[in-house]
């Protein structure tokens, strides 16, 4: 007789939060176009907290600043992703209501959805589904819910 099982358990929180501010930390380059330029950067902390911040400089206008915040506790656990141009967005949901908050130039937004982060998926398509399972799992051990159906 073979006796086997499995215990579930996966990365921890800080190796999750490790991994996610290694792929996401540093000042990425989304565009670079003749009108303007566009910079993210994402912080994850084991408290549970998302920072968000992107700044474009526009060519005529100047500089425009975003920072958004949620927490993972009040997000869904189902994070999905969309490819423009190999730059892959990833979207978080609020489990219910307007969890997010966006200030953008002195003016605040709550929001139920966004694009909490970007990859240039360019070289590495691997990073999609990888980084789709680690923004799950971060939210999940935090205390972000499942969607009823």
Request: one cysteine or more.
């Amino acid at each position: 007789m073979i006796l086997c099982y499995y215990t579930g358990i996966g990365q921890t929180k800080k190796e999750t939060v490790d991994w996610l501010n290694n792929k996401f930390g540093g000042k990425q380059t989304l565009i670079q176009e003749s009108m303007y330029s566009y910079y993210g950067h994402l912080k994850v902390k084991e408290d549970g907290s998302f920072i968000y911040s992107e700044t474009k400089f526009w060519k005529a206008t100047g500089e425009e600043k975003t920072i958004i915040t949620v927490n993972a506790k009040d997000l869904s656990t189902i994070v999905t992703s969309k490819t423009f141009d190999d730059i892959t967005y990833f979207y978080v949901t609020c489990v219910s209501g307007e969890c997010l908050t966006q200030y953008t130039d002195g003016k605040v937004y709550t929001l139920s959805s966004v694009a909490i982060c970007y990859l240039n998926t360019y070289t590495d398509k691997t990073l999609i589904p990888r980084a789709i399972k680690a923004l799950s799992h971060f939210i999940k051990i935090c205390g972000g819910k499942n969607e009823v159906f």
